[in-house]
């Protein structure tokens, strides 16, 4: 990596950009200080000696393996009072009126849940119980009920996912999901059908000297801050960068790297060419870039021939697919798509990264499809400095779906079918269902319905997460039991409902004896040790919670369901899961192992039947976009999932209420910054959002506002058919209020 200074790529001259719009990464550290009062010892062993509970880079420490730099960024330093406060004081809950209403950062701010808790019908609040009445209460519910099981993604181990998972189907069920659900289900369903691995090709490392890196619909600056750092040095190696969007992303144009020296003073230029698309267009533009490669001859045709089959489906479908029709879906133009074309047919070698902005939509598995269709053409797979890469969010995005915690999926993402359920139920000794369960948006609907009895929820929150908030508050009330295992109080656990409401303290990563895994978005899975500090109540680790209620549910078999720690957990993981061997030997800080090795196919077969890759034929979904009427897509800001940390966003000055309208709309419909505008949503049943109009650059005909609160305006029943994941865009009308 070059130690000279390039002022090339330097994104400003003044020094540290001061008098620019930029988040303030040495104020973060500042707050954070602040913020761990009384427990700093605490939170720097968290951040020497654990793994990152953040996004899904992954870390040992504050290093990872990457770069020998130090690595922290504002999402991590976000979490530490999550992760060393101290106990709320469990009566004030006795009467939980004078909750509701407030807001998700104030009740978390309450302190950690110490105790086990129980809300009976018709009572004003919680009462504390011992473990082996909560644990009695809810086993006597679930023995004869439906009932469903989600986990989100926030800081969860995989030995919680495995044994969550493994507890469920002893009890009986596949009904258990995750936020991998929320996030990549399309990526899962689109990469098992075309290449034979739901996870990325590639590492890190090759982002820094590959020609070209392409992101679309992702936006790093927000969400894996620290890839930044990976992309300061990608920029020092030469690499071009490529962003496929709606909305010029300010973090991804400029960027200031607050540990490297060069990019803390100057910042860093990072987006080289940007190619607007409308939100929902990327099948356009995408099967147009295909379509300028195949016409223009710069298809890898030896390696289509040797290691992919389909491609000739794939040539004449585009083939079929009018300019016309790519120009109005997309929202850009056949030159530009050329330009797409062009930086791809001379790049030697490319890494293709995407994120929710492909994903969330009713047709995610096509955007998918038709990225891996680019890749494939262009042979950027199995090799230096190339791959695909669905970019993780969260720590335990990727482990969720991979250790089985998943509706569709057993153990090592294998289908549920009776085939692979009678190859557990040999394993473990209990049978497992053989069908699939419901999907976390399924639970919701079941629930609304009155067929689903039971709903137990680790972390999460589905008033926040999922569309039409009012919809899952309706849902939740109508359970007979709810068990909330969490580590702090949320809105969703306060909602009354028609039986008892259980709340069950959990441990952080940090706080479990023994230690844990997480797997990063590169496919590394990484040991972090119990770290010395104070303990909060009588709070369990999440493996624990799921296998004692299990057992007390099928006490004939209980044996089979429990621990006595995490090593045995890994043990039981390495036997389920064969490409996750070397999980049981992970015992000492450091101590990783990444399955696959740096990239997947690196021996030129694809993990398919045949080994081949499979191009997609992908039909462009239609433009239905009446006059007047704008696409509103739900975007983030200053937050890690939905904690919300800030109401205002460093990177383009965004508050919360903000509606991002390009300047041609705005001009156009006479609305300055600020004006209160009334959103209402297309369809049988109309819903609306408020917000004040802030110029972006932005697509014409787009716009997009913060997630969750633009939850209200989205249908609830929109879903991509394949993964079922909701889809978190809606058609628009504009109403100056």
């Known amino acids: 990596m070059s130690k000279l200074l390039d002022p090339r790529n330097w994104a400003s001259w003044r020094p540290f950009g001061i008098g620019l719009r930029k988040p303030n990464n040495y104020l973060e550290l500042w707050k954070a200080f602040k913020s761990v009062k009384g427990n700093r010892r605490y939170a720097w062993r968290i951040l020497n000696q654990g793994t990152c509970d953040g996004c899904a880079l992954g870390t040992q420490g504050m290093r990872d393996w990457t770069m020998d730099e130090i690595h922290l960024c504002n999402i991590r330093l976000r979490l530490l009072p999550l992760n060393t406060m101290p ?7 006795k009467d939980v009126s004078g909750l509701h209403g407030r807001k998700s950062a104030e009740l978390r701010e309450l302190g950690r849940l110490p105790y086990p808790m129980i809300r009976r019908a018709g009572e004003a609040g919680f009462t504390r119980v011992s473990w082996d009445e909560a644990l009695e209460v809810a086993a006597r519910h679930l023995r004869e009920a439906r009932f469903g099981v989600y986990l989100t993604s926030r800081g969860v181990p995989n030995e919680n996912y495995f044994a969550a998972q493994k507890a469920v189907r002893a009890m009986g069920s596949n009904n258990v999901d995750n936020a991998a659900r929320i996030c990549h289900s399309p990526s899962t369903v689109a990469l098992k059908q075309t290449i034979g691995a739901a996870a990325t090709t590639c590492s890190y490392t090759d982002w820094i000297g590959s020609d070209l890196i392409v992101f679309i619909g992702s936006n790093p600056s927000n969400n894996q801050p620290v890839a930044m750092k990976y992309l300061y040095h990608a920029k020092k190696a030469g690499t071009r960068i490529a962003m496929v969007n709606a909305y010029r992303e300010p973090g991804m144009d400029k960027y200031w790297v607050p540990s490297n020296a060069e990019s803390a003073v100057f910042g860093t230029k990072i987006t080289d060419e940007f190619f607007g698309v409308n939100v929902g267009g990327d099948i356009g533009f995408l099967n147009g870039v295909l379509k300028h490669l195949i016409e223009k001859g710069w298809v890898d045709e030896e390696f289509v021939r040797a290691r992919t089959k389909g491609f000739d489906e794939v040539r004449q479908a585009v083939a079929a697919q009018s300019w016309e029709s790519l120009e109005a879906l997309s929202g850009s133009s056949r030159a530009e798509m050329l330009r797409m074309a062009e930086l791809l047919g001379r790049a030697r070698s490319a890494v293709l990264v995407w994120s929710m902005g492909i994903t969330q939509h009713a047709f995610g598995e096509d955007n998918v499809r038709s990225i891996v269709n680019l890749a494939l053409a262009r042979g950027f797979v199995g090799r230096d400095n190339c791959g695909l890469m669905p970019i993780r969010g969260h720590s335990g995005v990727q482990g969720g779906a991979e250790m089985g915690a998943y509706a569709t999926g057993l153990p090592g993402g294998l289908p549920i079918n009776p085939s692979n359920a009678t190859k557990f139920t040999d394993m473990w000794g209990f049978e497992v269902p053989s069908s699939p369960g419901l999907t976390a948006t399924e639970m919701i609907d079941a629930a609304h319905a009155g067929e689903l009895d039971a709903l137990i929820s680790s972390g999460g929150n589905f008033l926040e997460v999922l569309p039409d908030p009012a919809y899952c508050r309706e849902a ?31 441990q952080t990563r940090y706080e479990m004896v023994g230690g844990v895994t997480e797997t990063s978005t590169e496919r590394r899975i990484i040991f972090s040790p119990e770290v010395e500090g104070p303990r909060i109540g009588e709070a369990w680790p999440e493996w624990k919670i799921f296998t004692e209620l299990a057992a007390r549910v099928r006490p004939e078999i209980s044996g089979k369901i429990t621990y006595t720690g995490t090593p045995g957990i890994r043990e039981d993981i390495e036997r389920a899961v064969p490409f996750y061997a070397g999980i049981a030997r992970l015992r000492v800080f450091g101590d990783n192992v990444q399955y696959g090795g740096r990239h997947l196919f690196a021996d030129g077969r694809f993990q398919t ?15 239905e976009r009446p006059d007047g009427s704008f696409m509103v897509a739900t975007r983030r800001g200053k937050q890690f999932n939905s904690m919300v940390h800030e109401r205002r966003d460093g990177f383009n000055g965004a508050m919360r209420e903000a509606v991002l309208m390009s300047a041609y709309d705005a001009d156009r419909l006479g609305l300055p910054d600020g004006a209160p505008v009334e959103l209402t949503s297309l369809g049988e049943r109309p819903r609306t959002y408020r917000g004040k109009v802030l110029r972006a650059p932005l697509m014409p005909g787009n716009l997009q506002i913060h997630w969750p609160e633009g939850n209200v305006l989205l249908d609830e029943s929109r879903r991509s058919p394949d993964a079922k994941i909701p889809d978190y865009n809606a058609l628009v009308t504009v109403k100056q209020l």
């Open 476 to 506: 939740l009330s109508r359970l007979k039991l709810r068990v909330h295992v969490d580590i702090v109080l949320s809105s969703q656990m306060l909602v009354p409902s028609a039986g008892d409401v259980l709340l069950l303290p959990a």
């Open 609 to 623: 039947a045949d080994g081949l890759a499979a191009f997609s034929p992908v039909t462009p979904p239609s433009p």
């Open 87 to 93: 106990a709320l004081k469990y009566k004030a809950l």
